[in-house]
């Protein structure tokens, strides 16, 4: 049988992940915030164009599973996640930023040391 390794990879590249990272990096800022719907519009779109690979081996056949599964406990992931189930039922936009907002508040609760 076959090794396949780069789930990282795959979940990094996934667009839950790729929006999350681009909220947790222009959140810092007013400015950033207000450049956020245009730059996360962009990147779904541009996620949506690339060629996906979609016969890859299901990534739990993946050697580096579980670097994986430790990538989906990020908060860019997390939060992205929320942005994707977000999109796809325009009405909930609405309640988005709350969401966004207990979201990194339980991530901060859960991550405090």
């Known amino acids: 049988s076959k090794f396949y390794y780069g789930a990282k990879y795959r979940v990094e590249n996934d667009l839950p992940y790729r929006l999350g ?24 779109k541009k996620f949506h164009k690339e060629d996906k690979g ?17 990538v989906t406990e990020h908060l860019s992931y997390k939060i992205g996640l929320i942005i994707v189930e977000n999109f796809k039922e325009p009405y909930k936009l609405l309640s988005l930023p709350f969401a966004l907002t207990k979201e990194i508040y339980y991530f901060n609760q859960k991550n405090k040391t």
């Open 21 to 44: 990272a681009i909220v947790v990096k222009y959140s810092k800022s007013p400015k950033g915030i207000v450049k956020l719907p245009k730059l996360l519009r962009a990147e779904y």
């Open 54 to 70: 979609s016969n890859l081996p299901p990534i739990e056949s993946y050697r580096d599973y579980v670097e994986a599964e430790r």
